[in-house]
């Protein structure tokens, strides 16, 4: 019994140290493709993309603190970060990292949930949200392309 729950707890670090990776990496994709964007919308796509950077951050910062109060360590390498010298392309790479942030913030929600921690739940539930709406405007900006 303990040591499922020591399988449990592990691959929820695990599992969090992947997301870190993930975070990191959008950090550096935001920063990128805000100096990269061309084209008539550039000034608006920077200012959008330099706002997404700090949400980031938090949700990096956070998962770092959390990795370590669970007894793990935090990663420091990012997940590579695609990029591209296409606006639109750039856009649908934003769309894929974040819908794909939210699945694996949904599962790693349900390992939180296994291991009992209710605050690691709730602030999950949070980043599903921020970045659902991520997810949602990149959606909105690429259906209106052209
Ligand atoms: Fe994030
Ligand atoms: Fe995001």
Same mark, same amino acid.
């Given at each position: 019994?303990?040591?499922?729950?020591?399988?449990?707890?592990?691959?929820?670090?695990?599992?969090?140290?992947?997301?870190?990776?993930?975070?990191?990496?959008?950090?550096?994709?935001?920063?990128?493709?805000?100096?990269?964007?061309?084209?008539?919308?550039?000034?608006?796509? !920077?200012?959008?993309? %330099?706002? @997404?950077?700090?949400?980031?951050? &938090?949700?990096?910062?956070? #998962?770092?603190?959390? +990795?370590?109060?669970?007894?793990?360590?935090?990663?420091?390498?990012?997940?590579?970060?695609?990029?591209?010298?296409?606006?639109?392309?750039?856009?649908?790479?934003?769309?894929?990292?974040?819908?794909?942030?939210?699945?694996?913030?949904? !599962?790693?929600?349900? %390992?939180? @949930?296994?291991?009992?921690?209710? &605050?690691?739940?709730?602030? #999950?539930?949070?980043? +599903?949200?921020?970045?659902?709406?991520?997810?949602?405007?990149?959606?909105?900006?690429?259906?209106?392309?052209?």
């Amino acid at each position: 019994m303990a040591q499922e729950q020591n399988k449990d707890m592990q691959d929820l670090i695990e599992g969090l140290n992947q997301d870190l990776a993930g975070e990191y990496n959008a950090i550096i994709s935001y920063l990128q493709y805000s100096s990269k964007v061309t084209g008539p919308y550039r000034p608006q796509l !920077v200012a959008f993309l %330099q706002t @997404e950077i700090p949400d980031e951050q &938090a949700h990096a910062q956070y #998962l770092a603190d959390k +990795i370590v109060s669970l007894g793990g360590e935090p990663v420091v390498e990012p997940k590579p970060v695609k990029t591209s010298n296409h606006t639109r392309e750039i856009l649908e790479f934003i769309y894929e990292a974040e819908a794909e942030t939210v699945e694996n913030y949904k !599962v790693r929600r349900n %390992q939180a @949930e296994k291991v009992g921690d209710v &605050a690691l739940q709730a602030q #999950l539930d949070n980043m +599903i949200s921020d970045e659902t709406n991520h997810r949602d405007e990149v959606r909105k900006m690429l259906s209106g392309w052209g």
